[in-house]
């Protein structure tokens, strides 16, 4: 096989970093504006919420202690409060959040926890649907005022705007790459369970390594929200190989790891249309799509990448992507069973091939794992 020179062997993808202009940067310099006015201001948080699985999800947090509330989320159904506003689209006051909440769930234990009395609470809508919730809190009781919650109502309005643009952008990229994955599904026989399964299998390692990795919420949802689009390159492989029943000779393999190219020349196409340029989202989106099928001991494409060069987001999605094809029944296989999969998962890692840390974190969560697959299960398998 000839070397493409836009991938050249051994260089690597350059990592995912945040930056000033991704979400987080941009609530911050929000939050120090308000702080110069209201010093007693100790936090501004943007939780996310999905209404395919109703989670309300940490996401973007700016503190005056650096110290963030991560990896929490809960079901909207199960937080009466933030639902009741929502439905109402009602914004909240809480004088004393002890007095109010106490310590009944994880999230008003952890600000008493951290000494945060009064709150202001906001919530974000696209259109009519809910998109999350903007949370204002201080240390002071009673520190929202009517004149306070007023002040703060047109930066909420700030901070909202600034979140919808870039769900605009990343919803753009998604229902456009939607499309053409969706054909690509129909082509090779990929189902859209297939995909949501490694949306989810991506998202439990990205929680599981958030820690070690210091990988932030932001971070984690990008990976959870582009995993699905590891493959859209194959949109421009012939159905002569996509559709073969057999094994691909060497002349075919060849064409078909060329999906990895057209795939990043997609994706540089719609960042660049839509203004993704180097923020995290389009990163993240980059590196999962270009390197989700290089293996740690140089023995993939299309780069021949070893361990250290591969950007964990892609090395998360090629566990992902592995896990579920070996589970999964398709057209040339059945699904192996559970303790086959693992004893083949581990046999990729002894061989240096996929990310030990990776794979530990996906078949230590047993639990989580089942209820995916049990979410997502394939019309033929109900």
């Given at each position: 096989m000839k070397c493409d020179p836009s991938h050249?062997?051994?260089?690597?993808?350059?990592p995912a970093r945040q930056s000033s202009s991704d979400l987080t940067g941009n609530l911050h310099a929000v939050?120090?504006?308000?702080?110069?006015?209201?010093?007693?201001?100790?936090?501004v948080a943007l939780a996310l919420y999905d209404?395919?699985?109703?989670?309300?999800?940490?996401?973007?947090?700016s503190n005056a202690d650096e110290v963030l509330l991560k990896r929490y989320e809960v079901k909207l159904s199960q937080v009466p409060s933030l639902a009741t506003l929502a439905q109402r689209r009602e914004s909240r006051v809480v004088d004393d959040i002890a007095v109010a909440f106490g310590t009944q769930s994880t999230h008003s234990a952890w600000l008493v926890?951290?000494?945060?009395?009064?709150?202001?609470?906001?919530?974000?809508?696209?259109?009519?649907?809910?998109?999350?919730?903007?949370?204002?809190?201080?240390?002071?009781?009673?520190?929202?005022?009517?004149?306070?919650?007023?002040?703060?109502?047109?930066?909420?309005?700030?901070?909202?705007?600034l979140f919808l643009l870039q769900r605009r952008v990343v919803d753009g990229v998604l229902s456009t790459v939607k499309v053409a994955v969706?054909?690509?599904?129909?082509?090779?026989?990929?189902?859209?369970?297939?995909?949501?399964?490694?949306?989810?299998?991506?998202?439990?390692?990205?929680?599981?390594?958030a820690e070690r990795h210091d990988l932030s919420d932001e971070y984690i949802e990008y990976l959870f929200l582009f995993a699905p689009l590891?493959?859209?390159?194959?949109?421009?492989?012939?159905?002569r190989i996509l559709l073969k029943p057999g094994r691909l000779d060497a002349d075919e393999w060849t064409l078909m790891k060329e999906h990895v190219r057209i795939g990043e020349e997609i994706i540089g196409r719609i960042r660049h249309e839509v203004g993704g340029g180097d923020s995290l989202a389009g990163q993240v989106m980059h590196n999962i799509v270009a390197g989700h099928h290089e293996r740690g001991d140089g023995s993939g494409y299309p780069r021949g990448l070893v361990m250290a060069q591969i950007p964990l987001e892609a090395r998360i999605v090629a566990v992902a992507d592995v896990y579920d094809a070996l589970s999964s029944r398709r057209v040339y296989k059945d699904a192996w069973g559970e303790a086959q999969v693992q004893t083949e998962m581990l046999r990729e890692v002894a061989a240096g091939r996929l990310d030990g840390e990776c794979v530990a974190a996906l078949?230590?969560?047993?639990?989580?794992?089942?209820?995916v697959l049990a979410q997502f299960r394939e019309e033929a398998e109900l």
């Open positions: 050249p062997p051994g260089i690597g993808l350059l939050y120090e504006l308000i702080r110069a006015r209201y010093p007693f201001l100790e936090r209404p395919g699985t109703d989670l309300l999800k940490t996401f973007i947090s926890e951290r000494g945060y009395r009064a709150s202001y609470t906001r919530p974000v809508f696209q259109g009519d649907e809910l998109a999350g919730f903007l949370f204002f809190d201080a240390k002071v009781v009673g520190a929202f005022t009517e004149d306070v919650a007023r002040f703060l109502d047109g930066f909420a309005d700030i901070v909202a705007q969706g054909l690509a599904s129909l082509r090779d026989l990929e189902t859209g369970q297939h995909l949501d399964r490694m949306a989810h299998y991506a998202r439990l390692m990205g929680r599981a390594l590891h493959d859209i390159g194959k949109v421009g492989i012939p159905d078949l230590d969560a047993a639990e989580a794992r089942a209820a």
